[in-house]
């Protein structure tokens, strides 16, 4: 496994870490062991979950197993800008989700939906990136057989 793939297996498990913090605050706090929070927080608990967590997870196990173009080495393909660009902007926009959450009279929904814009870039920079890895066996030799047909 290399690092690109280590990254997004690691950082998506930082973030489970936190969404179960985020999650266990609420809850104890509606037992009443904890104060209830300042801010309300099933929007950062679903998003260091959903996003953090399982899309992160989803994409660097994709990276990782799904096969590569032909002759391309685990390498080469682990040094794919698009990977990189996946990475950054999907952590970096969660990132910024988080805290102008954290801190909505600070920043104001111009970061939340900053936010949103570097999340859609990331998926976009993963499917771009993952969709030629994505066929069907022999599909190639298919299409050119039915097209001299």
Known sequence: MLLIHRLFIKTSLVYLFMGALAGGWML?????VLAAPAINLISIHAHLVGIGFFLQMVCGVALWMFPRKTGESRERA???P???ATYFL???GLAVRILASLSATVFGNTMLAASTLLQLAGIMAFVVGIWPRVYLPGAKSMMQAASQK
Not at 28 to 32: D, H, K
């Open 28 to 32: 104890l706090a509606q037992t009443g």
């Open 82 to 84: 698009l990977a990189w």
């Open 78 to 80: 682990a040094r794919d």
């Open 90 to 92: 999907i952590t970096g």
